[in-house]
């Protein structure tokens, strides 16, 4: 893998900067030979990473936003805010880069892990020479812990029989507790502790924001038991604003009718704010409106209301995160360690226009190409963000919220890569609320944390020994505004792509319409060029005016993507492609059976029958004392979509949910007694010669048919769920049984069989 010369440059100033062991000596203070204690130096700064998803540059109120963010303005007037930094346009690529100190394709997730390719920039292995920016802390003698979203693991790996190679506690996290998938449910999350399953608490109350920050505090306060001033470095990953966009009810009414000026008003506010506070230059102008973008002004009253209240509840969901954060602040402060902690607050890509021109009520529906038109989503106006809803706002005001640059999440123009970044320390940082307008990029923040901490880079990590960073130590730009050095640096996304230097940009994209998972992109688009200097909103190319100025990015961008293995480029519906054949080959190896023994839960593709197929046999034993148990047999999903077999007081019961959440139910006539029983579910194929498109559900226990009828139904695949047998995790497909809970007997021996 070839490397930036200006990368190895950094790090052997960094590295020469730093006597061997200097971190170490830092937290040992050996006694002389008198018997006297070293006088102890001052101590490491901890320190404190919130990576924000899919926030926007324009979003936060310190960048001229329209939702309030006080803990996040706390920290901005603290400190720092950068105003030219960028990131990789989605979240694997992000959080790679962030964590490693190296160009996302370097450490082999260019894209995102879901559709991992079998090629060394995406196939979501990252490296054991790409050492994370957690092991270096933790060989330095911090405390490493990691909450919330984790979501750069290769297919199929999420699940408890692992391989755990690229789940936290191998990445030099020493406490984990979150999630490991793009998004999860706020009020029902499936959650994990450490490398195990864990259930949320209890409580009508509960959202996982506030579980978070409960939690980063008591591992905070956790080193008191055996050293309370061992530094720590605390990755604090909330799925906080990537849908869904979920907030407690008394939340959301706080924002009612804030948002009735529609996203076109919203970016002239939001651009005069922005001008105000310095992070734009007077002359700036919003980028153009996308042609699908219809016009506030010219939607239809019903349509406004319900776009309005998609950005009360988005609105309410960031300022709830904000306000979690700060309970985390203060107990910073109650310890007297906020000080001396180096606070970063970024987010991982721009604004999120996946809900489509609509929103959605159900954000997983443009994984399916069918996302809702705006009378489907207005019959869950008034439960818009609470349980039962899965949202995504419209793309709108992921249009605002990247004010005043262009486009959105997975492109490479501005309003993908530009998001928000802001460091404070009050004890290491002199400048207060300035404005930092240096180009910095996700690969810069292990070099430039691990230089303000005095932590040389470890040499070698598990035996392997480690690459240079690309990132660049941005930590000169603590004291001073003078421009950053020289720099180009390549973006590539789904055959998205662009490379900025200075301030002139080549960017081309693949398809504009994002929530399009399976429709056909390019990877051949000419060249855009733009002065972002002159034009920061990308409106005017100036490819035709200066072809010597392309022609040389034109080089530069594919120098960069060989050295950092970009190629071979595929758009989205080309990866989605690719992993068609991969799922044949498993489902050929199998011979189209999946067996589990014993009871298993939170299995994700390839490990799950795919019954979206639409026909398969299910075989069990269930065994039960007493009468009329009720407890899940198989659950694939939620109550937002899935399948399940269950006991309902002893009757078997078949269910299938559709993404609305509305039920068909095939119940078994009776009961089944106490004992040992194989029961058998047979879901049949739709009948093409039926025009209603009827399937056959027949359930049947030691060879009794106890249910046999049709029903017109297509299976979801689980959308944001996982797979269990003998118990449900999460919000239940079924009903009448607790969910996370084992079922009440014993389920063995379960067989799937697909056509």
Same mark, same amino acid.
């Given at each position: 893998?070839?490397?930036?010369?200006?990368?190895?440059?950094?790090?052997?100033?960094?590295?020469?900067?730093?006597?061997?062991?200097?971190?170490?000596?830092?937290?040992?203070?050996?006694?002389?030979?008198?018997?006297?204690?070293?006088?102890?130096?001052?101590?490491?700064?901890?320190?404190?990473?919130?990576?924000?998803?899919?926030?926007?540059?324009?979003?936060?109120?310190?960048?001229?936003?329209?939702?309030?963010?006080?803990?996040?303005?706390?920290?901005?007037?603290?400190?720092?805010? %950068?105003?030219?930094?960028?990131?990789?346009?989605?979240?694997?690529?992000?959080?790679?880069?962030?964590?490693?100190?190296?160009?996302?394709?370097?450490?082999?997730?260019?894209?995102?892990?879901?559709?991992?390719?079998?090629?060394?920039?995406?196939?979501?292995?990252?490296?054991?020479?790409?050492?994370?920016?957690?092991?270096?802390?933790?060989?330095?003698?911090?405390?490493?812990?990691?909450?919330?979203?984790?979501?750069?693991?290769?297919?199929?790996?999420?699940?408890?029989?692992?391989?755990?190679?690229?789940?936290?506690?191998?990445?030099?996290?020493? +406490?984990?507790?979150?999630?490991?998938?793009?998004?999860?449910?706020?009020?029902?999350?499936?959650?994990?502790?450490?490398?195990?399953?864990?259930?949320?608490?209890?409580?009508?109350?509960?959202?996982?924001?506030?579980?978070?920050?409960?939690?980063?505090?008591?591992?905070?306060?956790?080193?008191?038991?055996?050293?309370?001033?061992?530094?720590?470095?605390?990755?604090?990953?909330?799925?906080?604003?990537?849908?869904?966009?979920?907030?407690?009810?008394?939340?959301?009414?706080?924002?009612?009718?804030?948002?009735?000026?529609?996203?076109?008003?919203?970016?002239?506010?939001?651009?005069?704010?922005?001008?105000?506070?310095?992070?734009?230059? /007077?002359?700036?102008?919003?980028?153009?409106?996308?042609?699908?973008?219809?016009?506030?002004?010219?939607?239809?009253?019903?349509?406004?209301?319900? %776009?309005?209240?998609?950005?009360?509840?988005?609105?309410?969901?960031?300022?709830?995160?904000?306000?979690?954060?700060?309970?985390?602040?203060?107990?910073?402060? +109650?310890?007297?360690?906020?000080?001396?902690?180096?606070?970063?607050?970024?987010?991982?890509?721009?604004?999120?226009?996946?809900?489509?021109?609509?929103?959605?009520?159900?954000?997983?529906?443009?994984?399916?190409?069918?996302?809702?038109?705006?009378?489907?989503?207005?019959?869950?106006?008034?439960?818009?963000?609470?349980?039962?809803? %899965?949202?995504?706002?419209?793309?709108?005001?992921?249009?605002?919220?990247?004010?005043?640059?262009?486009?959105?999440?997975?492109?490479? %123009?501005?309003?993908?890569?530009?998001?928000?970044?802001?460091?404070?320390?009050?004890?290491?940082?002199?400048?207060?609320?300035?404005?930092?307008?240096?180009?910095?990029?996700?690969?810069?923040?292990?070099?430039?944390?691990?230089?303000?901490?005095?932590?040389?880079?470890?040499?070698?990590?598990?035996?392997?020994?480690?690459?240079?960073?690309? /990132?660049?130590?941005?930590?000169?730009?603590?004291?001073?505004?003078?421009?950053?050095?020289?720099?180009?640096?390549?973006?590539?996304?789904?055959?998205?792509?662009?490379?900025?230097?200075?301030?002139?940009?080549?960017?081309?994209?693949?398809?504009?319409?994002?929530?399009?998972?399976?429709?056909?992109?390019?990877?051949? +688009?000419?060249?855009?060029?733009?002065?972002?200097?002159?034009?920061?909103?990308?409106?005017?190319?100036?490819?035709?005016?200066?072809?010597?100025?392309?022609?040389?990015?034109?080089?530069?961008?594919?120098?960069?993507?060989?050295?950092?293995?970009?190629?071979?480029?595929?758009?989205?519906?080309?990866?989605?492609?690719?992993?068609?054949?991969?799922?044949?080959?498993?489902?050929?190896?199998?011979?189209?059976?999946?067996?589990?023994?014993?009871?298993?839960?939170?299995?994700?593709?390839?490990?799950?029958?795919?019954?979206?197929?639409?026909?398969?046999?299910?075989?069990?034993?269930?065994?039960?004392?007493?009468?009329?148990?009720?407890?899940?047999?198989?659950?694939?999903?939620?109550?937002?979509?899935?399948?399940?077999?269950?006991?309902?007081?002893?009757?078997?019961?078949?269910?299938?949910?559709?993404?609305?959440?509305?039920?068909?139910?095939?119940?078994?006539?009776?009961?089944?007694?106490?004992?040992?029983?194989?029961?058998?579910?047979?879901?049949?194929?739709?009948?093409?010669?039926?025009?209603?498109?009827?399937?056959?559900?027949?359930?049947?226990?030691? /060879?009794?048919?106890?249910?046999?009828?049709?029903?017109?139904?297509?299976?979801?695949?689980?959308? /944001?769920?996982?797979?269990?047998?003998?118990?449900?995790?999460?919000?239940?497909?079924?009903?009448?049984?607790?969910?996370?809970?084992?079922?009440?007997?014993?389920?063995?021996?379960?067989?799937?069989?697909?056509?």
């Amino acid at each position: 893998m070839g490397l930036l010369q200006h990368s190895i440059s950094a790090v052997a100033l960094v590295a020469a900067s730093l006597a061997p062991g200097a971190a170490i000596a830092q937290a040992v203070a050996p006694p002389l030979s008198d018997g006297t204690a070293v006088p102890r130096q001052a101590p490491r700064p901890n320190v404190l990473i919130w990576v924000l998803d899919d926030v926007g540059f324009a979003q936060l109120s310190c960048f001229g936003g329209l939702v309030p963010t006080p803990n996040i303005d706390r920290i901005a007037r603290s400190g720092l805010r %950068y105003s030219n930094y960028h990131t990789p346009p989605i979240c694997s690529a992000s959080r790679a880069a962030i964590l490693t100190g190296r160009n996302s394709h370097s450490v082999h997730l260019g894209g995102h892990a879901a559709v991992a390719r079998d090629f060394p920039g995406y196939d979501g292995r990252v490296p054991a020479g790409a050492g994370t920016l957690a092991e270096n802390f933790r060989q330095a003698g911090y405390a490493t812990f990691a909450l919330g979203k984790w979501d750069h693991v290769p297919p199929g790996e999420s699940t408890p029989a692992g391989p755990m190679t690229y789940w936290p506690l191998r990445q030099g996290f020493e +406490r984990f507790y979150g999630f490991l998938a793009a998004e999860t449910d706020n009020f029902d999350p499936l959650l994990w502790q450490d490398s195990s399953p864990t259930d949320r608490p209890a409580g009508a109350d509960y959202h996982l924001n506030a579980d978070l920050a409960d939690r980063a505090i008591a591992m905070i306060d956790g080193r008191n038991a055996v050293d309370p001033a061992k530094p720590f470095f605390l990755y604090w990953a909330t799925g906080t604003a990537h849908a869904p966009h979920h907030a407690p009810a008394d939340w959301i009414a706080r924002f009612r009718g804030k948002f009735d000026m529609g996203w076109d008003k919203a970016r002239d506010r939001i651009l005069a704010s922005q001008k105000a506070q310095g992070l734009q230059p /007077g002359h700036a102008k919003p980028a153009p409106r996308p042609a699908i973008l219809p016009a506030w002004d010219g939607l239809k009253p019903a349509e406004q209301r319900l %776009y309005a209240r998609q950005m009360e509840v988005f609105a309410a969901a960031l300022a709830y995160a904000d306000a979690q954060f700060g309970r985390i602040l203060d107990a910073l402060e +109650r310890r007297g360690e906020l000080d001396n902690t180096i606070v970063v607050i970024v987010s991982d890509n721009g604004a999120s226009a996946e809900g489509g021109p609509t929103g959605s009520y159900h954000e997983l529906l443009f994984a399916r190409d069918a996302l809702p038109s705006a009378a489907e989503n207005m019959a869950f106006l008034d439960r818009w963000g609470l349980p039962g809803t %899965y949202p995504h706002y419209a793309m709108g005001w992921a249009v605002a919220g990247n004010t005043p640059y262009r486009n959105y999440k997975q492109t490479t %123009y501005e309003g993908g890569t530009r998001v928000p970044l802001i460091v404070a320390w009050p004890k290491g940082i002199a400048a207060k609320g300035a404005v930092r307008s240096q180009f910095v990029h996700a690969s810069d923040i292990t070099p430039t944390l691990l230089a303000a901490a005095g932590v040389a880079p470890a040499a070698s990590v598990n035996d392997a020994p480690q690459l240079p960073f690309e /990132g660049r130590d941005f930590g000169y730009s603590f004291t001073t505004t003078a421009a950053a050095p020289p720099r180009a640096q390549y973006f590539e996304m789904f055959g998205h792509k662009g490379l900025l230097a200075g301030d002139w940009k080549i960017v081309t994209y693949s398809k504009l319409e994002t929530w399009n998972m399976f429709g056909p992109g390019r990877t051949d +688009r000419p060249w855009e060029l733009y002065d972002l200097g002159q034009d920061p909103g990308e409106s005017t190319d100036l490819a035709a005016a200066r072809p010597d100025k392309l022609a040389e990015l034109d080089r530069e961008f594919d120098a960069q993507a060989r050295r950092f293995n970009v190629y071979p480029i595929a758009d989205q519906a080309a990866m989605n492609r690719e992993l068609g054949p991969k799922f044949a080959a498993d489902f050929a190896r199998r011979q189209g059976k999946w067996t589990y023994p014993a009871p298993v839960a939170r299995l994700v593709p390839p490990n799950v029958p795919p019954l979206s197929r639409g026909s398969f046999t299910m075989r069990a034993q269930v065994g039960f004392a007493g009468d009329g148990p009720s407890g899940p047999i198989f659950a694939h999903g939620g109550r937002m979509g899935g399948s399940g077999l269950y006991l309902d007081q002893g009757r078997p019961v078949f269910v299938v949910r559709a993404m609305n959440g509305t039920a068909q139910v095939f119940a078994a006539a009776r009961a089944l007694p106490a004992g040992t029983h194989r029961i058998e579910l047979r879901v049949g194929p739709a009948d093409p010669a039926n025009p209603r498109g009827e399937r056959s559900v027949v359930i049947s226990a030691d /060879g009794e048919t106890l249910l046999s009828r049709t029903g017109r139904f297509e299976i979801p695949g689980g959308p /944001g769920e996982t797979f269990e047998v003998g118990r449900d995790d999460g919000s239940i497909v079924g009903e009448n049984y607790p969910a996370n809970a084992p079922f009440p007997g014993e389920v063995r021996d379960v067989t799937f069989s697909v056509p």
